[in-house]
């Protein structure tokens, strides 16, 4: 099985990570040196983002 590509663009990632503060780990090591729990916390602001995109348009 191949590897999936992303969902999310690489500027809107280091957004995120910026927000969440932990954008200096991804600027020193990459992707991979950014714990399971950041990574988690980053998924859950982009839903909850999403989220409040997609109430905000009903309105």
Do not use: C, H, P
């Not at 990570?17 to 040196?33: I, S």
């Not at 859950?44 to 983002?49: E, G, S, T, W």
Request: aromatic share 6%; no cysteine.
């Amino acid at each position: 099985m191949g590897r999936r590509r992303g969902v999310m663009s690489n500027r809107f990632k280091e957004e995120l990570a910026k927000e969440l503060g932990f954008y200096d780990t991804v600027q020193k090591d990459g992707w991979g040196g950014i714990t399971a729990r950041d990574a988690g916390n980053m998924v859950k602001r982009a839903v909850q983002m999403a989220e409040e995109s997609l109430n905000k348009d009903k309105v």
